[in-house]
């Protein structure tokens, strides 16, 4: 793998990894329990997806 295609992969690692703390913080100050569970589905996929690019590496 080239280092502009890791620097490409860091970079998306980064941006799910913000996504993710987003949607925690969304989760633990929402009191409409749907709302919280859509949140809380955004941070498990997110992590699903952190762990694909992960796997690219």
Known sequence: MSPKELLYIDDA???T???MNQCR???SQL???VL???AQ???N???KLFTQFYDLV
């Open 13 to 15: 690692l980064g941006h």
């Open 17 to 19: 990894q913000f996504l």
């Open 25 to 27: 913080t969304a989760a």
């Open 31 to 33: 009191t409409d329990p």
């Open 36 to 38: 919280r569970q859509q």
């Open 41 to 43: 589905e955004l941070v």
């Open 45 to 47: 996929r997110n992590q």
